[in-house]
Every structure is written in C-alpha cells, then in structure tokens.
C-alpha cells in the first residue's frame, strides 16, 4: 500500500521568542521488508538560522533547528511518499513466556534493536504494581510471549476509553490507568508498562495510521493525527512484533512508522527550548492518502 502524507505543525507565539532551538523527530524510517520511504520534504519557516541532521541511538532521523533572531511563529511542513508492507510473513515461533527470562540472559546484541534496552522502567512508562497486577491476572499457564502480547493489548483496549479530555501529554501513566481513559499515547505507556512489569521487552512507537471516513462521507483532508502503538519482543526466533491497544490490532499496512524509543521521551515529534514570555499556541494537521 502507497500513502502520501502531509503533516503541518504550526506554533505561535504572543511576544516574539529570541533563541529557539527544537529537535524535530518527524521523518520516516526506512524498514526492510516493512516500509520504504521514496522521496520527503521538510520545510521550516521561518528559515532557520541553522539546520542539522543526525540519527540517534534508536536509529530515528533527528534535525536540529535553530533560530537566532526574534520570532513569532514557527510553521513546520512535512511531506512523504511511503510503501508500506506490513510485517513479513513469519512462522508464530514466539517463546514461550516462562522462557523469555532465558533468552534475555542469553541475548548479548548491544545495538539499538536488543530487547535487553526494552526491559527497565522508564519515566513515561514506569513498573507499577497495579498495572502489572492486572497484567499478570490476565495470564495463563504454557501461553507463548505472542499470546500474552495480544491479550494484554485487548485488555487494554477493552478497560481503556479513548477520550481527548482525559488527559494531557503530560499526565503520567498511573493517572490515565486510574482513570482508565486517555489517548493513544496513555494506551501505549500503560501497555509497555504492563509488558516490563511480566519480563515481556516492549517500547514505543510513533507514526501515523491510515482513518477510513464514516460509511457514505467523504475523507476530509488533514484530519487525521498522530499516532503511537507498542513494540514487543517475543523471543529471538520471532523478534519484535508492533500492536495497537487503542484500535485493538497489530500494526500492519495501514501503519506508517516514524520512530522507535523506550517511551515517548526518545521519540516526541517536537522537542526545544525558547527565551521569551507569554503564551504559545499550536496547531497540527495530518492528511494519509492512498496512491493509486
């Protein structure tokens, strides 16, 4: 499946800012077998005073963009062109979740892909003893890591309701489980907090999923958003496996993947710092298209 994407980021500001710096994480990854990137654009406006590219630990395309004068805004446009093929065909050989704890001890990969970066609390996602009480009540004796994944993401889904009002980007995991509502971000957070609590290495991702309008509506365009979803480690025959609590699926050929990171923190789409006073505002858009 092609898709062409269109994502805009526009912030204002009521006093103009002097010495603003952000680090963007927003261009696709090129993934072998599951998504090839042909062609983006990333323009900032307005130019900035300096520009740089770099890639992370975690393999994300990073740029770094500053600006040395006063400014009052900042619009961010970011276009692509993506292939997606959704996971390789693969035999279901996940471990066994009694011997996950094995094939951690044995796993000696450093890089950026190894379970074992996967496994300790982080702040966004933190082990909590109630969540990895309700997630261990949803286990069983001789269940495979894949099983688990899956029953814990529904679980999620089906206790969780998703509600824009419920929280915000920074409401920590333990608030939006106690609530049980939240946006994709809070599903992600509380299902990679579930996983670590049971030993199951897991982390986020962010990217965009394809929306289908209502029955007989027309698609608007820019209405979609960003998304976020879960990566799994299931075992060193399967590897990882990405599912989605909000909708209840894994990830396939209708997600678009920027980046991967332990929580949100390593991968937060726009990240800076500024001089000034008074308010900011900020506004977002997000348009998927299929290509014929």
């Known amino acids: 499946m092609k898709y062409d994407v269109t994502l805009k980021i526009d912030y204002s500001y009521s006093q103009p800012t002097s010495h603003t710096r952000n680090l963007l994480r927003l261009l696709p990854r090129d993934l072998p077998g599951q998504q090839q990137i042909e062609d983006w654009t990333l323009a900032l406006s307005p130019r900035p005073s300096e520009q740089t590219w770099f890639t992370d630990f975690f393999g994300n395309s990073v740029t770094s963009a500053a600006w040395h004068s006063p400014i009052e805004e900042v619009k961010i446009t970011l276009t692509f062109r993506?292939?997606?093929?959704?996971?390789?065909?693969?035999?279901?050989?996940?471990?066994?979740l009694e011997k996950l704890p094995a094939d951690l001890i044995a796993c000696r990969d450093p890089g950026p892909d190894s379970p074992l970066h996967f496994t300790a609390p982080s702040r966004r996602a933190p082990v909590l003893r109630d969540i990895t009480a309700f997630a261990h009540d949803l286990l069983t004796p001789n269940m495979s890591t894949l099983e688990a994944v899956q029953t814990i993401g529904h679980a999620i889904h089906e206790t969780m309701t998703f509600s824009t009002k419920a929280t915000h980007v920074d409401t920590p995991v333990q608030e939006a489980f106690a609530a049980r509502a939240g946006v994709c971000q809070d599903f992600a957070h509380i299902m990679i907090s579930a996983l670590r609590g049971v030993g199951i290495p897991a982390g986020y991702v962010s990217g965009f999923l394809r929306t289908f309008?209502?029955?007989?509506?027309?698609?608007?365009?820019?209405?979609?958003?960003?998304?976020?979803?879960?990566?799994?480690?299931?075992?060193?025959?399967?590897?990882?496996?990405?599912?989605?609590?909000?909708?209840?699926?894994?990830?396939?050929?209708?997600?678009?993947?920027?980046?991967?990171?332990?929580?949100?923190?390593?991968?937060?789409?726009?990240?800076?710092?500024?001089?000034?006073?008074?308010?900011?505002?900020?506004?977002?858009?997000?348009?998927?298209?299929?290509?014929?």
């Not at 993506?82 to 066994?96: F, I, N, Q, V, Y």
Request: overall charge negative; proline content about 9%.
């Open 82 to 96: 993506a292939e997606c093929h959704g996971d390789a065909p693969r035999l279901a050989l996940s471990s066994p």
């Open 213 to 292: 309008p209502p029955p007989g509506k027309e698609k608007l365009v820019g209405v979609d958003a960003m998304h976020a979803w879960v990566r799994a480690w299931t075992g060193p025959e399967m590897g990882w496996v990405e599912f989605d609590p909000t909708n209840d699926q894994p990830a396939g050929t209708d997600y678009i993947v920027i980046g991967y990171g332990r929580d949100y923190d390593d991968i937060a789409p726009v990240r800076g710092a500024m001089r000034g006073a008074g308010e900011q505002d900020s506004d977002q858009s997000v348009d998927v298209a299929t290509v014929a």
